[in-house]
């Protein structure tokens, strides 16, 4: 069986259609993937036995997504040194500004690399974690250089009328 190299987490099946975003990235750059649901309050002894684990299991970067009182991204990065990328998953009250000042107000110590807001966040988690792993894998170095050349190949020099 392959290693899993990243660990997809969030709060709740309903911040999957956000988080899919950066597994969608990881499929495209043939990174391996888990995905979970573990919420830092609905599943907190979930949340800390994932943490425990991450090292010994070869997990190299998490993605944590969550909304709201948005707790997880934090919680995990206190529980293990694996790298944590924060992705603030947008809400309906709040836009999801509640959940970006969640995840990126860490106290000195416990670090996460927190993303934009929503879908874009996502997407640049997966990015990031594949630009961290491609630093000891120049397969993958080759595949996100050629991904990143194609994005910007596709950006035309002017802008088309509707
Ligand atoms: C957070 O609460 C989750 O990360 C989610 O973004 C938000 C709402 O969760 P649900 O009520 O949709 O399950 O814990």
Redesign the pocket.
Known sequence: MQQIQVGII??????WPTMKEAADILDALGVTYEKRIV????TPDRLWAYGKSAVERGLKVIIA??????H?PGMMASKTRVPVIGVP?Q?RALSGVD?LYSIVQMPKGYPVATMAIGAAGAANGGLMAAGILALSDPALAERLDAWRAALSDSIPEEPQDA
């Open positions: 969030m709060g709740s099946q309903s911040d919420s830092a309050h609905r997504g969550a909304g709201g009182a948005a997880l998953v809400t959940s």
